[in-house]
Antibody, heavy 122, light 114 residues
């Protein structure tokens, strides 16, 4: 059973860069794609982006200019960097594993971390 | 973007009664080459992360009770809880994975006990 755990600062100042790490256990990092999803307090879910084992990435166009997702296979971790944050980026940030089909296409999110609240405030 | 809408926004159902949630996509999420609908349902209980319930519009994830079922095709989908239990109080989200640019979720439907 894949388990994921987010870590990183819970408070980030406006205009700075939000950095989070997700540690994966219990599963092969090459068997899934790895994604970040966020949820502002009291609101719905927004997909941020994903990375494959190959290093290939795909980002939500609404955030693409500010997002970088990277993978460290030696540590079984993947990371999110979101630059130039504002109060609108305050949210619970989830990491998730996504199933891949036989053709290598990205499918649904199968496992989720518990989430970490990041507040953007001075 | 494929826009996902859900109805109702919220509903209250008596214990043991049926709950029905609708999800509509702005374009078809049925992939003709494999005849599969790229639609998933998630359950989010208060203070918890979302949990995958159903994928391919109607396939239950392992361990999900059989009172949960999904149906529909193309642009219109339904999640049914056949006999609502107290532990089913949650927000339910649909999500399309037909287009990865970007993946999109519905706004959620809150289910409560009447």
């Amino acid at each position: 059973q894949v388990q994921l755990q987010e870590s990183g600062p819970g408070l980030v100042k406006p205009s700075e860069t939000l950095s989070l790490t997700c540690t994966v256990s219990g599963g092969s990092i090459s068997s899934y794609y790895w994604s970040w999803i966020r949820q502002p307090p009291g609101k719905g879910l927004e997909w941020i982006g994903y990375i494959y084992y190959s290093g290939s990435t795909n980002y939500n166009p609404s955030l693409k200019s500010r997002v970088t997702i990277s993978l460290d296979t030696s540590k079984n971790q993947f990371s999110l960097k979101l630059s130039s944050v504002t109060a609108a980026d305050t949210a619970v940030y989830y990491c998730a594993s996504g199933r891949i089909d036989y053709g290598g296409n990205s499918l649904y999110f199968q496992h989720w971390g518990q989430g970490t609240l990041v507040t953007v405030s001075s | 973007d494929i826009v996902m809408t859900q109805s109702p926004d919220s509903l209250a159902v008596s214990l043991g009664e049926r709950a029905t949630i609708n999800c509509k996509s702005s374009q078809s999420v049925l992939y003709s080459s494999n005849n599969k609908n790229y639609l998933a349902w998630y359950q989010q209980k208060p203070g918890q992360p979302p949990k995958l319930l159903i994928y391919w519009a109607s396939t239950r994830e392992s361990g999900v009770p059989d009172r949960f079922s999904g149906s529909g095709s193309g642009t219109d989908f339904t999640l049914t809880i056949s006999s609502l239990q107290a532990e089913d109080v949650a927000v339910y989200y649909c999500q399309q994975y037909y287009s990865t640019r970007p993946f999109t979720f519905g706004p959620g439907t809150k289910v409560d006990i009447k």
